[in-house]
């Protein structure tokens, strides 16, 4: 009997529909997390929660917890190309259903206003009952128009909580039922005061122009801030338009047949011709052509790729015709793992954001309650009905937090998006938080300031008889080895021998090499520890050694060179431009190391450190009162990108090294990383500047609007254009 492998914790994401403010957000998370098995994350600005399953949990859980909370959830569902049917569809629905609602308070609103200025100007334009034709043009607008708030107000209520929504309905109901009574009692305004006492003293006992225009305001604050949202996440939608539809394989007999690009199968070969997509990662059987990846890493120079090269999904071949063989296919893509990226820093939140949310989900009782402060002061000083009445409403109006919820989230809604066109990809928050204080930048050396694509300078031989067998049995070893110094020595040897003989006990010894047992005799390929061998002659400053030993005696001293990035020199000089302090760590030897550092121009170099040893400098730097930022590539940097401030990872880096940075740089240059820091810093700026306008105007404006200084209908105007003003700041990141 076949017993099936035990479910693991699975994250899903979900879309949310009927979130009206982070208070929603903030209620849905919260009861969410208290379900047992749940771990959830909501962010409003992408409306989407990303939710931890334990193995015993549905998904249908998720989708009744929130429908109970009277909002809904729908499980998210990734085509092979990465984008999402349900999100992109929800939001056109939303923006189109805000458009329709906007556009009938909009038309009903201005003659609503315009009357009363008709009535004053000519007095013998008045007729009876002229107020009963402003409710009935207001009817629409306070009934339909508003109905979205109405019902998110009632929902909110039905559950014992309170949101934006319910500040707003209750002013437009307020507002209404206490004109609707004027009307009927006949105590109304006279209209040749004119229209624009509405706007500059409305204390009158007819204010059905002010819930009609509280309804206009807000419905277009939320269209333009749904737009916005829209544009700031395409991001995700750029991305996923990269991929190919469809891809030629190439059939056993030679010829080819068209099929869907996500009918491709590792092992799968296809063909790009010029101008075509490169249908998913894989690497070059044949054929040559420089490729465009501009739209993955930003670069505008196309690479040139031959056979033995790797292409990525999404380029664009320009110049010649490829065979390519897949290596990896749907999710395994390196396209559809930028895509999580950019998701998981838009799902992210920052410190701040949480404590916003906080706020937020006990704003809106403080806000009734003061409110309601508002009306028994104005009444025990004597103020009028009017007087009581106004007050009390702009308060409610007025003070709605729906631009401190969307603060935060829209920033790095746009900042992802904003860098995945530039090829770096912020991982969460933290980057952001993080880049903030960095004041020193570490570079690991090779792979990361120089190409990686290190070449044997020299072979220097105990016996000049033995250079066949030594390169063969250095080569054997290496072969098994992904650095660069084991590539350089493979390919050193197979200039001189076909095969290499099987390895036994091979070993990778971290910072210093590779053993292995080949043809029963040890041998050992390191960097030298102490003085090399009296035969070995003095190598170039410049040049990295590695000592091969065969059963415990040096044989070779092979002398390799590398090649600086032509990008290091003028990345390291903006850098300290900027006022950061720049660091070569390398394992190499201090001359080499040296030599490169003068070349690149860093303000310290630190050589001759193993892969713990990168982590202690790190840690001493960091104790004396560093902020540290890492570069690096490699599996021997994984650590020390874990354990600084702040971790960049270049994107042709092992996977050891992508997952424990905090930001990936898929661009092979070095100009990438002032650019990412230049990005997060300019996006926690913008944060800030949000938060402390969105903070700011609630505090100035809950005091005057109790002072009776704002009337209702600009406060309505003043609450609406407090998010749009926030949203727009964000979508500057844009450029």
């Known amino acids: 009997m076949t017993v099936a492998a035990p479910r693991e914790d699975q994250a899903e994401d979900f879309l949310l529909t009927g979130m009206t403010c982070a208070a929603c957000a903030s209620r849905i998370e919260r009861r969410l997390n208290k379900v047992d098995g749940v771990i959830a994350q909501v962010n409003y600005a992408t409306e989407r929660a990303t939710v931890t399953l334990r193995p015993d949990v549905e998904r249908s859980t998720v989708v009744e917890v929130v429908a109970k909370l009277g909002y809904g959830a729908t499980p998210l569902s990734v085509r092979d190309d990465g984008s999402v049917p349900e999100a992109e569809a929800a939001r056109?629905?939303?923006?189109?259903?805000?458009?329709?609602?906007?556009?009938?308070?909009?038309?009903?609103?201005?003659?609503?206003?315009?009357?009363?200025?008709?009535?004053?100007?000519?007095?013998?334009?008045?007729?009876?009952?002229?107020?009963?034709?402003?409710?009935?043009?207001?009817?629409?607008?306070?009934?339909?128009?508003?109905?979205?708030?109405?019902?998110?107000?009632?929902?909110?209520?039905?559950?014992?909580?309170?949101?934006?929504d319910t500040l707003i309905s209750l002013g437009i109901i307020a507002a209404t039922v206490w004109s609707l009574g004027s009307i009927l009692t006949g105590h109304l305004p006279d209209p040749s005061a004119g229209a624009l006492s509405v706007f500059l003293d409305p204390v009158g006992p007819l204010y059905l122009e002010v819930a009609a225009a509280v309804t206009t305001f807000v419905l277009a604050g939320r269209?333009?801030?749904?737009?916005?949202?829209?544009?700031?996440?395409?991001?995700?939608?750029?991305?996923?338009?990269?991929?190919?539809?469809?891809?030629?394989?190439?059939?056993?007999?030679?010829?080819?047949?068209?099929?869907?690009?996500?009918?491709?199968?590792?092992?799968?070969?296809?063909?790009?011709?010029?101008?075509?997509k490169v249908a998913t990662d894989g690497t070059v059987e044949s054929g040559a052509s420089a490729v465009d990846r501009s739209m993955l890493t930003g670069e505008t120079v196309p690479v040139e790729v031959a056979a033995g090269d790797t292409v990525t999904g999404g380029t664009v071949a320009v110049s010649g015709r490829l065979v390519v063989t897949a290596t990896a296919v749907g999710g395994a893509t390196q396209l559809a793992g930028m895509i999580r990226l950019v998701e998981s820093a838009q799902a992210s939140k920052a410190s701040v954001q949480r404590l916003v949310d906080r706020i937020s989900s006990v704003f809106v009782p403080i806000v009734i309650a003061l409110s309601v402060l508002t009306a028994l002061g104005w009444w025990a000083v004597g103020g009028t009905a009017g007087d009581v009445f106004s007050a009390a409403l702009a308060v409610l109006v007025i003070a709605c937090p729906c631009a401190l919820g969307l603060a935060t989230p829209t920033a790095m809604l746009v900042a992802s998006g904003r860098g995945a066109r530039?090829?770096?990809?912020?991982?969460?928050?933290?980057?952001?938080?993080?880049?903030?204080?960095?004041?020193?930048?570490?570079?690991?050396?090779?792979?990361?300031?120089?190409?990686?694509?290190?070449?044997?300078?020299?072979?220097?031989?105990?016996?000049?008889?033995?250079?066949?067998?030594?390169?063969?049995?250095?080569?054997?070893?290496?072969?098994?080895?992904?650095?660069?110094?084991?590539?350089?020595?493979?390919?050193?040897?197979?200039?001189?021998?076909?095969?290499?003989?099987?390895?036994?006990g091979f070993g990778a010894l971290p910072g210093l090499g590779a053993r292995g047992v080949v043809d029963g005799v040890e041998v050992r390929l390191e960097k030298p520890l102490r003085d090399l061998p009296a035969w070995a002659p003095e190598p170039a400053a410049d040049s990295t050694l590695v000592v091969v030993s065969l059963d415990g005696d040096p044989a070779a001293v092979y002398e390799l060179a590398d090649e600086v990035k032509p990008s290091a020199a003028p990345a390291i000089a903006r850098l300290r431009a900027a006022g950061l302090r720049t660091v070569l760590l390398s394992g190499d030897r201090a001359e080499a190391a040296s030599a490169v550092g003068a070349a690149v121009g860093v303000d310290e170099v630190i050589a001759d450190v193993l892969p713990a040893g990168k982590v202690e400098a790190l840690e001493a730097l960091r104790s004396g009162g560093r902020r540290v930022a890492m570069v690096g590539d490699g599996i021997n940097d994984g650590p020390a990108l874990a354990a600084a401030d702040l971790g960049l990872a270049v994107g042709a880096g092992t996977d050891v090294a992508l997952d424990a940075a905090d930001v990936i740089l898929v661009r092979d240059d070095l100009n990438a990383v002032p650019d990412a820091l230049d990005l997060a810093k300019r996006t926690a700026t913008t944060i800030r500047r949000n938060l402390v306008w969105a903070f700011g105007y609630n505090v100035a404006a809950i005091p005057l609007a109790a002072l009776g200084l704002l009337s209702p209908l600009i406060a309505g105007l003043t609450m609406a254009l407090s998010s749009v003003l926030v949203v727009s700041s964000s979508v500057r990141l844009r450029n």
């Open 223 to 276: 269209y333009v801030e749904a737009r916005a949202k829209r544009s700031a996440g395409d991001a995700l939608a750029s991305l996923a338009a990269l991929a190919a539809r469809d891809v030629a394989v190439l059939l056993p007999d030679g010829t080819e047949a068209r099929i869907p690009a996500s009918a491709l199968a590792v092992g799968t070969r296809f063909v790009v011709r010029p101008g075509e």
């Open 92 to 164: 056109d629905d939303r923006v189109a259903d805000l458009w329709r609602r906007l556009v009938v308070a909009a038309v009903l609103f201005i003659p609503m206003v315009d009357l009363p200025l008709v009535l004053s100007v000519l007095p013998e334009a008045r007729f009876p009952g002229w107020a009963w034709v402003v409710a009935a043009l207001a009817a629409p607008v306070v009934v339909w128009s508003a109905w979205p708030l109405h019902r998110a107000a009632f929902i909110n209520a039905r559950h014992g909580a309170s949101s934006m």
């Open 422 to 504: 530039e090829g770096i990809f912020l991982k969460s928050h933290q980057a952001l938080e993080t880049s903030r204080v960095v004041d020193t930048v570490v570079f690991d050396k090779t792979g990361t300031v120089t190409t990686g694509a290190m070449s044997v300078r020299a072979v220097h031989l105990a016996s000049l008889d033995s250079r066949r067998r030594v390169l063969t049995l250095a080569g054997a070893v290496e072969d098994a080895s992904e650095h660069a110094v084991a590539r350089a020595i493979v390919a050193c040897a197979r200039a001189e021998a076909d095969e290499f003989p099987a390895v036994e």
